[in-house]
């Protein structure tokens, strides 16, 4: 009876699951931009719900829909109009839907709200449109993903940013698939000039703040892909403004198998720098060059060739300086007159052949090969003569706000004579397979290093004729002191390093929609990394997971948890004095990120509400210390410790046709460094001995262990917005505003151990806003003139660079009175500026 029972269970289950076969039907089709070009991640929704899927990256989709019913398919994506389809199909017909989206005007307000995640990882795609209107005086690309939760920058004179704890070094950046590195030698954000990334080039943005796949590399913080525009038509644009120029071009032959994008720009900072309290000569001078060619070899063959030249100067003759600090109660004034100059080069290129081939539908083959080229100079002689003076704080004194008291004077001679060559080239294999349940990803990466390093820096102080530090004054004494000539911060090097690395990696995605229309996908993969230096392998296994329940509250939930090994690339191997650690290894993290996205509606336009937890735990970091956007390793020291935190963002039309988002994120993270501690003594009655004499008994010792401190980017809070907003029934004039408020960050004296460095910052507060007005748009009626016949868009607008003035500080000047006393003088950013902006594309 049992067995009977059994088999009659069977056969029902099995007619059961080919009655609800029957009552399915399947459409599939690709999706496409109006170029021809596949739009990878489109929603397709059915019936408006949660319930959906996302195209692959060749555009393609497929959907099981109910048989013998009326239904809506919907497509949408950001920065694309929304597609809906009306359907009725009979059970098990294999239906064939193409879509084409079209995309949104440049400057018109329309938006479809969209978070372009992977459903299973922590990858979100945003609209590089987003970037070319956004008011910053560095890059625009950079600037967008400063605004996003989890990413913390407090300089907006530079295109660096912090992710979760981390720093600028533990950030991937990749172009095409192709790695970009940042220049070595820079120290300050004036110096930097125009990162890489070329945001009229631009068609795709992909940014993920921790908990990324298997198929980035090997860094501890976050990735940021881009993809550069595959031209279907000719097109370009030309920029101008008091900051530089931009220029671009696009566009194919008859045959449609070559095609090519161009793009150069000139930056001058200038204007700018000027504002500085350091005034003086600024020759900041960069430009840059790059250009992505492709031409089809046959149905099957692709080659492409990604060509970057960048040459960034900047020289400064430093005359006066005058700074205000102190509290209200104790104010000081710092009064500096220079001699010298600095002059420092920054060359840069990279070139890079990519040959893809594609034996079927489901396989694409790439063969990447490529090399990064870097010389760079330092040089620097520099002469300061400071005044230290007291403030009258008093605010019913005649004097108040006048120096009253001289507190020392003194000078300080900066010299540097730094050389930094290197080269880098890849050899690479990436390969991709798509079927119907997922994708398998895998790659193979050979690469060789070869660096040049010569460095020779000191640092001299000097007060009233007296070389610091000078002994202290005994009176009476029958043999004063006489202070030696002591350099600070000497740093002598001439390094040479030839460097074999290999890494390989192998992922698997899967997708499933359950019969209760829930849609599953996982994602799982590991990586393995040789670093020739140390001689060291490394393993990371990563994991992510997502699910959309088919709930009348539109909801996704995701997970993520993997291992992320950093091997050394240069800095993090060399000591202050510039010498070599040889013995140091990758360092190592493990992270587990949780989240949720929330799609809802308020004031009938659409929202998403997303939230991340995350915790990372550091067993093996190397310490450091930063100044400006110089890191500086204590190579020779290790250190374990964690960072965790939440992060908010929402986004949406909070103005309808507009998409603004803004984001809250919480921090902490601290770290241990191994074997570290200091003494302090005891005298005869107990009580700690601070300033030694001559007579002074030592009774006790006391060890103490500094245990966890917070690490260089311990930002406990930061709030950012990105609002855009245009005048009703005047769509064309907009207001774009970016508002960064962050926390206090953590800092110490020069020449200190890390646990010395546990003072804050004040906090950074800066909004910029920008006006712009569109002059010609693609809707508007075909024109007779010459001069704008072949202008699609044309836009102008003008730019207020720190709407509040606030006097912002990103570093430390550190100078010491007679008395050894030493003061920390703020180094500010700039204060408030207007920049013009014309744009105009064909």
Do not use: C
């Not at 195209?55 to 829909?65: A, C, L, P, S």
């Not at 295109?159 to 970009?180: A, H």
């Not at 067993?619 to 908010?648: C, H, W």
């Not at 910029?768 to 007005?773: A, E, L, T, V």
């Amino acid at each position: 009876m049992n067995f009977k029972f059994l088999t009659l269970l069977t056969f029902a289950l099995i007619l059961s699951s080919l009655v609800n076969a029957q009552q399915k039907a399947t459409v599939k089709g690709v999706v496409r931009d109006e170029k021809g070009k596949a739009v990878e991640l489109t929603h397709v929704a059915l019936n408006n719900r949660s319930v959906g899927i996302t195209t692959d990256f060749r555009g393609r989709y497929e959907i099981k829909v109910p048989a013998d019913t009326s239904f809506s398919l919907t497509f949408s994506f950001v920065g694309y109009k929304t597609s809906t389809k009306e359907l009725r199909l009979p059970p098990g017909e294999i239906y064939t839907l193409d879509i084409i989206l079209l995309q949104t005007a440049t400057v018109l307000p329309t938006a479809e709200v969209r978070e372009g995640r992977m459903p299973s990882g922590t990858i979100s795609r945003l609209n590089p449109k987003s970037a070319q209107l956004l008011p910053t005086v560095g890059g625009g690309i950079e600037d967008l993903i400063k605004t996003l939760p989890g990413v913390s920058s407090n300089n907006e004179l530079s295109s660096q940013y912090t992710v979760r704890g981390g720093n600028f070094d533990e950030n991937l950046v990749y172009v095409n698939g192709i790695e970009i590195y940042r220049p070595f030698l820079v120290r300050s954000g004036q110096q930097e000039g125009m990162s890489f990334l070329n945001s009229s080039m631009v068609s795709g943005i992909s940014f993920s703040a921790g908990g990324f796949a298997a198929e980035y590399g090997d860094k501890l913080s976050s990735v940021l892909d881009i993809t550069y525009k595959k031209p279907s038509e000719s097109a370009g644009s030309v920029s101008l403004s008091l900051l530089g120029a931009e220029l671009h071009a696009e566009g194919t032959d008859k045959s449609d198998k070559f095609s090519y994008l161009v793009g150069t720009r000139y930056k001058t900072t200038q204007y700018i720098l000027n504002a500085l309290e350091t005034k003086g000569q600024y020759r900041p001078d960069f430009f840059d060059f790059q250009t992505l060619l492709e031409y089809k070899l046959a149905q099957k063959w692709d080659l492409s060739v990604l060509g970057y030249y960048s040459r960034n100067k900047y020289k400064l003759i430093p005359e006066t300086r005058q700074t205000d600090f102190g509290t209200f109660k104790e104010a000081f004034r710092l009064t500096i007159y220079f001699d010298g100059q600095e002059v420092d080069n920054y060359n840069t290129g990279l070139g890079a052949v990519t040959l893809t081939h594609r034996p079927n539908k489901d396989t694409e083959l790439r063969l990447i090969a490529s090399a990064y080229g870097s010389a760079e100079t330092e040089t620097y002689d520099i002469e300061g003569q400071y005044w230290i003076g007291r403030l009258e704080t008093a605010i019913g004194s005649e004097q108040f706000g006048n120096v009253i008291q001289s507190q020392g004077v003194g000078t300080f001679i900066d010299h540097a004579r730094n050389s930094f060559k290197a080269s880098v080239v890849n050899i690479e294999h990436k390969g991709t397979k798509v079927d119907n349940n997922g994708v398998l990803k895998w790659g193979a990466r050979y690469q060789f290093q070869q660096i040049n390093d010569r460095m020779s820096e000191w640092e001299m102080l000097d007060s009233a004729g007296f070389t610091l530090p000078r002994p202290t004054d005994i009176p009476g004494s029958q043999n004063p002191g006489i202070a030696d000539l002591i350099l600070n911060q000497v740093a002598r090097a001439n390094n040479q390093l030839k460097v074999h690395n290999f890494n390989a990696f192998v992922q698997q995605s899967w997708n499933h929609v359950s019969l209760d229309n829930n849609t599953y996908t996982f994602t799982a993969g590991i990586r393995t990394n040789y670093w020739g230096y140390g001689n060291e392998w490394t393993v990371s296994p990563r994991f992510s997971a997502g699910i959309k329940p088919d709930w009348k509250t539109k909801i996704q939930f995701r997970l993520a948890a993997g291992v992320y090994n950093q091997a050394p690339y240069y800095r993090e191997m060399r000591r202050f004095d510039g010498s070599l650690n040889e013995e140091a290894r990758s360092q190592r993290s493990y992270q587990f990120v949780a989240a949720g996205d929330l799609d809802f509606k308020a004031w009938n336009r659409p929202f998403i509400f997303t939230s991340e937890f995350y915790y990372k735990y550091f067993d093996r970091l190397t310490p450091y210390e930063i100044d400006n956007v110089r890191i500086r390793y204590y190579a020779d020291q290790e250190s374990k410790g964690y960072a965790t935190g939440i992060d908010f963002k929402i986004n949406g039309e909070f103005v309808k046709g507009i998409e603004s988002w803004a984001s809250l994120s919480f921090l902490k993270t601290e770290e241990d460094i191994k074997g570290d501690s200091y003494n302090y003594y005891l005298n005869t009655d107990g009580k700690r001995i601070d300033f030694f004499t001559e007579n002074q008994t030592i009774a006790d010792t006391v060890t103490v262990f500094p245990g966890l401190i917070p690490r260089p980017a311990d930002q406990r809070f930061q709030f950012a917005v990105f609002f855009q907003d245009y005048i009703p029934r005047y769509p064309t004039f907009r207001v774009h505003l970016k508002l960064i408020f962050a926390s206090r960050l953590p800092f110490g004296p020069p020449n200190t151990e890390r646990y010395q460095q546990t003072r804050r910052m004040p906090e950074y507060r800066r909004v910029d806003i920008g006006f712009s007005k569109q002059l010609l748009g693609e809707d508007r009626k075909a024109s007779k003139s010459v001069l704008t016949r072949h202008i699609k868009n044309m836009w102008v607008s003008l730019e207020v660079f720190n709407l509040l003035q606030i006097s912002n500080t990103i570093s430390y000047l550190w100078v010491k009175d007679v008395n050894n006393i030493q003061y920390g003088v703020p180094n500010y950013l700039t204060p408030r500026q207007l920049n013009l902006k014309f744009v105009a594309e064909f």
